[in-house]
């Protein structure tokens, strides 16, 4: 079977940075700032509306696609498959990614193009849905695959829990069909818990529940959490995840190079690591930069490991993410 290769990976936030304490003064809100600093991470993000920005999803995913595909150095209509993973989507219909496809190609062409929608594991899904396609597909030369969030534009001005955490931005891979060297990606392990569909999330806006005044006047909008998340959740995920996909793969940790999770609290991150017995030096975080960006964490910490020397040519790589739902996705490749 042909094998597939990341050639290149691109990002987009929109902004200077909000730091912790300039959030408090725009956003008219109060928050422990050391705790959000020394055990999550964050220490400043990227929201577009905060900072009177006219862009959203779409804007986002197409301007970090572009910087892929710049460096790529690959001609936009080269691209055969184009799929965007996010759970804030542009519009409920027609789907982000045909409107990415409209803004990079600029005419009807043989692209397919769809969105995956899996809370924060979207991204990792959608990579493993990209490959499939192109191992099947050998007409397809390259794909086209974003990670995107825009939670903080469905974030309510009073929701002091949410805005210190969610953040704008989006991350974006390219991957080419039919590579001749070692790069390739290996296997993947998705898991799913719908009973837990009633923790955190968008709930009204849909065909369940569409938005009326009645729904505005109560404040039954936009981002809304109902039920704690379990505080060890991810701590007790990730390692049998990790451990799960291995086996599946018939690899070993220590051949595993780097780890790249879910970018929304680092002490969390730094449990895993210590669970696995591996050494921080495996694993990214950015939280401290950008925030929990959703399902645009993973490629934007994945081009930032890049970039900083971090993750090398012929690397084994895992991602693994998880976020409301509940969706896991996870994915081993070399690099």
Same mark, same amino acid.
């Given at each position: ?14 902004g200077e940075a909000i730091t912790n304490k300039e959030l408090m003064n725009l956003a008219a809100i109060s928050f422990d700032e050391e705790k959000m600093e020394q055990k999550l991470g964050i220490k400043q993000r990227h929201i577009a509306k905060l900072r009177g920005i006219k862009?959203? =999803?779409?804007? @986002?995913?197409?301007? %970090?696609?572009?910087?892929?595909? +710049?460096?790529?150095?690959? !001609? /936009?209509?080269? #691209? ?30 043989? =692209?397919?193009? @769809?969105?995956?929608? %899996?809370?924060?594991?979207?991204? +990792?899904?959608?990579?493993? !849905? /990209?490959?499939? #396609? ?37 991350? %974006? ?156 996705g996870s994915n081993l490749f070399t690099y």
């Open positions: 079977m042909n094998k597939t290769k990341i050639i290149a990976s691109g990002m987009y936030v929109p862009e959203t =999803t779409a804007d @986002f995913a197409t301007k %970090a696609g572009l910087d892929a595909i +710049t460096n790529s150095e690959i !001609n /936009a209509e080269d #691209i055969g498959l184009i799929i965007v993973g996010t759970d804030t989507p542009e519009f409920i219909t027609p789907a982000t990614s045909i409107l990415v496809q409209g803004r990079i190609q600029g005419h009807e062409k043989w =692209t397919s193009t @769809f969105d995956v929608s %899996a809370s924060c594991a979207s991204f +990792t899904i959608a990579y493993d !849905n /990209a490959v499939r #396609i192109l191992k099947t597909d050998s007409s397809i030369k390259y794909a086209l695959v974003i990670g995107v969030y825009n939670m903080p534009a469905f974030i309510r001005e009073d929701d002091v829990f949410s805005y210190p955490i969610f953040s704008d931005g989006a991350g %974006a891979i390219i991957i080419q069909n039919q590579n001749q060297d070692s790069s390739d990606y290996i296997n993947s392990q998705l898991l799913s818990d719908g009973t837990q569909w009633d923790f955190i999330g968008i709930y009204s806006g849909a065909a369940k529940k569409p938005i009326t005044e009645e729904k505005l006047k109560n404040k039954e909008f936009g981002l809304m959490s109902l039920k704690p998340m379990p505080g060890d959740r991810n701590v007790r995920l990730w390692p049998k995840v990790a451990h799960r996909l291995l086996e599946k793969s018939n690899t070993k940790l220590e051949e595993v190079d780097h780890f790249i999770f879910t970018q929304i609290n680092k002490s969390v991150i730094l449990k895993v690591m210590d669970e696995l017995g591996l050494p921080y030096s495996k694993t990214t975080c950015i939280m401290d930069k950008y925030a929990y960006t959703g399902s645009a964490c993973i490629p934007i910490a994945f081009h930032h490991a890049i970039n900083e020397g971090k993750i090398k040519r012929g690397d084994k790589v895992m991602f693994i993410a998880s976020g409301a739902g509940l969706a896991v």
